[in-house]
Structures are given as C-alpha cells and as structure tokens.
C-alpha cells in the first residue's frame, strides 16, 4: 500500500528506491570530498616545560586558549567563580636578557562569563564594570624579574578607566611547535595576583563580596610571523 493508502505499481516501487539509493550514494560521494582526512595526533604534547625551546622574538596572545579567571567568596557561604576570554595582545621576549621583556594585554569586558546570564548582564552595568565606557581592561608591564621557570612581572593595570600598579606571579609551562595552521612557535605561562576592586571603582556589594578578587591568568602565545 501507498502512503495515501493505494497500490503502486512494481514499476513505481523499483523506480522509487532507485532514485533513494541514488540519492543516497550521492550524499556519501559528497560528504567523503567535502570531509578532509583527519592529520595523525601526535603520540606526546607538542609543547613542554623546557627554557632552551624559547626562542626570542615578538609574540601574540592565542586568544581561544587564554583567560583572567576570578574568584569571590558570594556571601559567606560559597566561592563563586567566572572568566574573561577572546584576550588579546603580545610579547616581546629575549631568552638571553629576560628582564627586558614586555607585555601588553587587553581584556574584553563584554566577554565576562559565569554561570548565570542575568549575572553577566548585571556585570556589564554602572555599579560593576560599565562596559558600555569602559569596554576594555588593559595590562602594560613595567619591569620582568625572572627566576629559572618563575618570574615576577610588575605592571599598570587599567579598569574602569582607572589605571594603579599590580605585580604578577608568573610560571612557564611550555614551549614547542604550534598544532595551529602554520606550526609556529608557542609558549604559555600561568600568573596569579589579587586586586581590590574598589581600587578601580567597583565597590557594588562590599562587604558582602570581598574587596580582594584573587585572578588566574593563562595566556598562550604564538611567535609572531
């Protein structure tokens, strides 16, 4: 029986599942071109903690593989956390003389995440981090002290339009050729560091939230072409 409830003739029923078969290698013809084949993973991490794989240049921030993240405790009653991505900005960096390494970093505001979307809204607004005038947080380091895979990096960072002086406590945690189109070199290093955000004007809820907003910072970056 049809779909309608009749007969089809047998000619209609083998010319039918003709043209799906048809249809259907047609479809895996396209998919197996338009699907390239998948390189060979490689057995171990492109990227490793070794100093003698840096190689001296300029570099940018990757910005899909970098993030600020921060930490409050919400109330007293738990810790609360969320993240700034899409990071952008560079490096300049000699192995050789490391003290005379600099670094620029911009942070989009509008890119705050956490766990609740009324929350990052509420980010956004005058009494947090006013993005509509202030959309962007800025680091600029003013001097690197560098110690084996550790170093202290001091700097100025900007919110708000309001700029004071921070220190970095930065790691290595490798370098090596890039997976990315292209194999560059790449590196990335951890920091930590705390602000007080009413240094920046951001003093909504204190002291109910903390002043003091300890930051986790990763920031991966390519050597620049």
Do not use: C, W
């Amino acid at each position: 029986m049809g779909a309608a409830g009749y007969s089809l003739p047998p000619q209609s029923i083998s010319e039918t599942v003709m043209k799906r078969i048809h249809s259907l290698l047609l479809a895996t013809t396209f998919v197996a071109v338009t699907i390239p084949a998948l390189a060979q993973m490689p057995t171990t991490p492109p990227g490793a903690p070794d100093p003698t794989r840096v190689v001296a240049g300029t570099y940018t921030v990757e910005p899909s593989h970098s993030q600020v993240a921060f930490t409050v405790n919400h109330l007293g009653f738990s810790f609360y956390r969320g993240i700034f991505g899409d990071i952008t900005g560079s490096m300049t960096l000699d192995p050789k003389t490391p003290a005379g390494a600099k670094v620029s970093i911009d942070i989009p505001i509008t890119k705050v995440v956490t766990t609740a979307e009324k929350l990052n809204e509420h980010l956004q607004k005058p009494e947090f981090f006013d993005s509509a005038k202030f959309p962007t947080a800025h680091f600029e380091s003013t001097s690197v002290v560098a110690k084996g895979m550790t170093a202290t990096i001091s700097g100025n960072l900007t919110i708000k339009g309001v700029t004071k002086p921070v220190v970095l406590k930065a790691k290595f945690v490798g370098a090596g050729h890039s997976m990315l189109p292209g194999g560059s070199i790449a590196m990335g290093f951890e920091a930590t560091t705390t602000v007080k955000r009413s240094d920046f004007g951001i003093s909504y809820g204190i002291p109910l939230v903390p002043d003091d907003v300890p930051l986790d910072i990763a920031v991966a970056f390519e050597k620049a072409k």
